[in-house]
């Protein structure tokens, strides 16, 4: 479990750590404390791995800035099981990830060439007073946008720093041979994926500068005409790019361990070319004495962000067709969401990497401009495109309210008939006292199924990230969002004025959500139940998609578990592993890299797992129920799984309980799921003096259903040999 405490997790007051550090380590009561041993004489030991995910405050502030690659990272494991469709799906992805480096990329080119060097830079109002860059003002455009490259080059080696950090694997483990390239839980933390991931990271770097590279171009050849010069320069910054699209393209080759010789010198190569060409290229503009016009901004940027933002409309429109045509093929297939998680979560990247590059231009603006915000063109505002993100924003927020209010207020009814019947199935006698408590208990019920409701939600939200993107080429016309909405549809200017600057308000409460989210989710126990979930979600999974993804603790985690699983089996110790939550993914990874002689002596124990509801309807090739009945298969199906109806995010693994429709489990399988009675009882248990509470998403180690459930596993690993 990560977020709790080791003493709060086996329940007892004095621990002491036995293996690991104080990242991700082994902890174990202190004899002399009372019982040191669980139920039916277990020995209690607890793997704590919050420090891996999270770590200092820092740490956990960088993972909102880093946000959108992690989506996008997240999305292309969510590939269809179709072999066609799910390696277009990882093509795909990796596509958009480059988009998002250039988007990164062309937000501070926007702020420190378009902003400071060009607008800001030529104007006296906006100089005046500000002596730490007054002293560029007089200097010819050349110097200052050379000087001022150095910003986006600092962000991108801020880039690359991050992205230099890897995982620590378990020197002493190695999951048995032909695992490498069956890409489902088996494959996840394996060393293997080291090489790729420092391909890709050479990849994306080379096309940041070269898109930074491109942008210097595009201004100088506005300023001086075309030349033989920058033709050249420029035919090799678009052969640069090109060269990180083809290689992306070729994800067998790229992710190979040892892979052909062209692709290390096709790597090597664009490397070099990106370096070479950011130096020629910055030493040509420092040195550019020209006194071109600068006022109207960096030339040719307010096409290149539109561009960009229209390749990322068609490749999420791409990626949608390639996770539907995935999606007939699987026949599998359950939930409005089973197959379609990549465009859905690639969407929500590529949404919040134009909210971060709209805010950051915006902010900036605001500042140069002494806060005098207006839908009118500033001095330095910022280039249309941006203005029409903030009104697709708007327009996105309204129209998934009113999506999500219709489904709530539509799916009410349902939902409390269910809750309705959950209730009189468990707590069939009913009595006055008790009527408060019932109406209680249904709407905790009502509210987890709502969970399922979300896909048309979701859905919803990347069907207008798309079209949003798609719209904002209208930028390109030169029109402002209010002067093109009167003109074309009618739509009175006062409206898209103030939508606009409401979307940018929203924008900048979502950036400051996130950040308290960011830090919550790793400092408060209550707010990470929830929240914590998709971090650990995005974390889990190697770096595939975009190299500048946080860490993947799992390249520690599951390896150092299976490892001590392994050393205390083979010392002679039979291994019941507890996993709650997220813990149930990390547990399923590790017990499926274990040797055939460890696993008769392993059982485990699942609650509020979100293995099924979630990771199999979001990951359907690496965590389908192919994989769960290889899983249970492999540990004799000494398997024991406790779910709630009350649990908004964990749930049955393969019997539904008569609550949803799914294949009737095979024997074995059928004893895998227990539903627990959520809450214990509607009235006051013997001595106690208030009801028994609703649990939800809880761990549930305290309950004797638990302790029973570790009783029947400890028999099985006794009797089944």
Known sequence: MSGAEADGILDRPHVHRVAGDEKGGFYRPRAGYGDSRGACGVVLEAYRWSELPSGAAARALSLVFLLPFMLCNSAIWMRPRAPRPGAAVWVLCRLLGLTLTALYTLSFVGVALDLLACKCMSSSSCLGGRSWMSWLGGQAIGLRLALLSLI??????????????????????????????????????????????????LIHVAAALTVLDLSLLAARWAGHGPSAGNGVLAACGTGAIAGCVILLSLPNALDAPRPSRRVDVGVVALQATAYGLTVIVLALTLFDNGDWPAEAGLPGHAS??????????????????????????????????????????ASF????????????????????????????????????????????????????????????????????????ELVSRDFPSKSPQTEGRRKHARRAIARALFTERLATLTVTAFCVAAVSLGVSGLGLAELQPSVAAEEMASIPRDFVNAGTQYGSYLMALVFIGLLIGGVFAYRTIAFRRYIGILWDLGMFWPRAAHPFTPPCYAERAVPELARRVTALVERGDRVLIGAHSHGSVLAAASLLQLEPHVLPKVALLTHSSPLRRLYAVLFPAHVGTDVLRELGSQIGWRWVNLWRVTDPIGGWIFSPDGRESAPTPLPAEATVDRRLTDPRSLVIEGEDTVSPPI??????????????????????LRTDQ
Not at 167 to 173: L, P, Q, R, T, Y
Not at 695 to 716: I, K, T
């Open 152 to 201: 986006p080059v600092a962000a991108i080696g801020i880039l690359w720093r991050l992205g230099s950090q890897c995982g620590h694997w378990s020197e002493n483990f190695s999951p048995p041979e032909g695992m490498a390239q069956r890409r489902s839980l088996s494959s996840i933390g394996r060393q293997e994926a080291l090489p790729a991931v420092a391909r890709l990271r």
């Open 304 to 345: 290149a962000v539109v561009l960009l933002f229209v390749t990322q409309g068609v490749l999420l429109a791409l990626l949608a067709i390639a996770a539907f045509l995935g999606r007939r093929a699987d026949p599998e297939t359950r939930g409005a969401l089973h197959g379609l998680g990549a465009p859905v979560f």
């Open 349 to 420: 990247a590529v949404g919040l990497a134009v909210v971060f590059a709209t805010e950051l231009n915006f902010r900036v603006s605001d500042y140069l401009d002494r806060d005098g915000y207006t839908p009118e063109v500033l001095p330095t505002s910022p280039v249309l495109p941006y203005k029409w993100t903030m009104f697709g924003f708007f327009l996105s927020v309204i129209a998934t309210a009113l999506v999500g209010g219709a489904l709530m207020m539509l799916s009410r009814r349902r939902r409390m008939e269910s809750a309705d």
């Open 695 to 716: 649990q939800g998403h809880r761990p549930c180690v305290s309950d004797d259903r638990y302790q029973a459930a570790v009783c029947y596993l400890a028999h099985r």
